[in-house]
């Protein structure tokens, strides 16, 4: 009978012991968890604190007394791994202040990750979040007496706890070191989601710096002091690599533990998962770092496959990622085009705004969708999806697509659900599709970005909107001519104008008038509304 040990009873580690004795009934399994509970809904303690999930039973998915009843495992809360002796094939244990020394046939490491804590005057008052003892330790906080937060970063948790703090009626300010919240996306998709928060009462500060937390307040390097009776650290989060490197077990260059594709690090026997290890980029194939819960679920069960013998492998990590903030969601798979840009890729991007149903059905809202393309190949690099409904379901059909190795033009001929109010004869994903079939062929474009140095330069502007679309905003120096006049005035426009509408539908239409007249120009990608979102962050 061979014993099975396994560091770390969250995502990956509960994962990886459910299957192993799924697929073995007689191994010994064994799983040290530090903390005090296992299989924990981590991805839930925000919503705890808002008291969106009210009870805190709800986050205890599994006890230990459940999953020896259930799968005969060895569960055993409160115990810290402190070494790995490889060589010998155990792990050293504390518990209540004494240690003792486990033997395994084989090791699984699945620690998670640590929060990234700056090194700044006052941070020992501020909380993380993590754990379900963090989340104690935070609701624990919220006496009457605290009325502001403070949350030091823009990703995800961040996000997430400035909504649910917003529920029970603190004052909100989220500081943010980038130019942006939200790093897996773009700024003019960012800016939706700031807009939104913004409207929702947070104090939303970015390209700001935190210089020291004080008793009830906190200081960034402009000088600026920030009501703050309880701080949160949300930065992100750092590979828990401590015992695998202290072991002798190789790391990579960003920290995380290194493994091969069947998850097996540098020791004999010794497999690593989860957020402390590393992950194949989908695009690139370079190791990289993915903190999330599906992969670690997923690359769980396939270790527990290859200790009970199935010669499987993983795959790539797309990174397919969602959060929702106020009832506004964003979606986001694969490369952003700063990262496809750094990576030296000649992108090609693609911005819809289309419905997430059929327009003449009540209660449709506007879903904001773009593609990062390898305009070599038409492969899809990635795509971000911003909007209040359908988010999740678009950004999934296009992580399916870049998994099944579909082109962005290719997206023109799925087909996918309709009835009205569920969708459209088009859907926003076919509409993507269609848009980047246009550009291969024929239609010339140009990004939000580059409209300031074509106005430096004297491009003309022509804003094809209706009149009082143009009065409610425009671009500086726009001459507005509607779609519906143009023919009335082919000899007013230049080869090489910019022509541009709300979304960029009616630009299309009218750069295809254009060329059947002679005239080339290029219309703006997402039209108005991709240009004046890049202005919100």
């Not at 091969?260 to 540098?266: A, G, K």
């Not at 690099?381 to 999740?392: C, F, I, P, R, S």
């Not at 269609?434 to 409209?451: G, K, L």
Request: proline fraction near 4%; charged fraction near 20%; aromatic fraction near 4%.
């Amino acid at each position: 009978m061979s014993t099975t040990v396994i560091i770390g009873g969250v995502a990956g580690g509960m994962s990886t012991a459910a299957r192993l004795r799924r697929r073995d009934e007689n191994m010994t399994i064994i799983v040290f968890e530090a903390s005090g509970n296992v299989s924990f809904a981590n991805c839930g303690l925000p919503y705890y604190v808002g008291g969106v999930i009210p009870e805190r039973s709800s986050l205890l998915l599994q006890t230990p007394e459940s999953l020896k009843a259930r799968f005969n495992l060895d569960v055993r809360v409160n115990h810290r791994v402190i070494a790995i002796d490889t060589a010998n094939h155990t792990v050293t244990v504390e518990h209540n202040g004494e240690t003792f020394t486990q033997h395994y046939d084989h090791l699984v490491l699945s620690p998670g990750a640590r929060p990234i804590i700056p090194d700044i005057p006052g941070i020992e008052r501020a909380l993380t979040l993590r754990t379900v003892e963090d989340v104690d330790m935070i609701v624990d906080t919220l006496d009457n007496t605290v009325k502001s937060a403070a949350i030091i970063g823009g990703g995800f948790i961040g996000l997430e706890l400035a909504e649910n703090f917003r529920h029970r009626g603190l004052e909100v300010t989220l500081i943010e070191r980038a130019p942006h919240i939200l790093a897996p996306l773009d700024e003019e998709m960012a800016g939706i989601v700031t807009k939104h928060m913004r409207d929702n009462g947070v104090n939303i500060l970015t390209n700001a710096n935190t210089t020291s937390i004080e008793d009830n307040t906190l200081t960034l390097n402009t000088g600026e002091v920030v009501p703050a009776d309880i701080v949160i650290a949300a930065i992100g989060v750092t590979p828990e690599n401590t015992l695998a490197r202290e072991a002798g077990i190789e790391l990579g260059a960003r920290g995380g533990i290194k493994v091969d594709d069947q998850l097996r690090t540098s020791a004999p026997d010794v497999f690593a998962l989860g957020d402390a290890a590393e992950k194949r980029d989908a695009i690139s194939g370079a190791d990289t770092l993915i903190p999330l819960a599906q992969t670690a679920n997923r690359h769980g069960r396939l270790v527990a496959d290859i200790i009970t013998g199935r010669d499987v492998h993983r795959l790539s990590t797309q990174g397919t990622a969602i959060v929702g903030v106020f009832g506004l969601a964003a979606a986001t798979v694969g490369w952003n085009e700063r990262r496809a840009r750094a990576e030296g890729k000649d992108v090609r991007i693609v911005h819809v705004h289309p419905a997430d149903h059929a327009g003449y059905y009540p209660g449709a809202t506007q879903v904001h969708l773009k593609l990062v393309i390898d305009a070599a190949t038409d492969a899809i690099l990635g795509a971000q999806a911003v909007g209040e409904n359908g988010v999740d379901k678009r950004i999934d059909v296009i992580a399916t697509a870049m998994r099944a190795g579909l082109t962005a033009s290719d997206l023109t001929d799925l087909e996918l659900a309709y009835s009205p109010q569920y969708g459209s004869a088009k859907d926003p994903v076919n509409i993507a599709g269609m848009v980047a079939d246009n550009r291969i062929n024929s239609e010339q474009s140009v990004q939000w970005h580059e409209i300031p140095a074509a106005i430096a330069a004297g491009t003309q502007l022509i804003d094809v909107r209706t009149p009082s679309e143009y009065a409610a905003g425009t671009i500086d120096g726009a001459r507005n001519i509607p779609v519906d006049e143009l023919r009335e005035h082919l000899d007013e426009i230049s080869n090489d104008a910019i022509v541009f509408c709300q979304v960029g539908l009616r630009g299309h239409v009218a750069s295809t008038l254009l060329q059947g007249h002679g005239i080339t120009v290029k219309n703006l990608d997402g039209g108005y509304l991709s240009y004046y979102h890049s202005t919100l962050i």
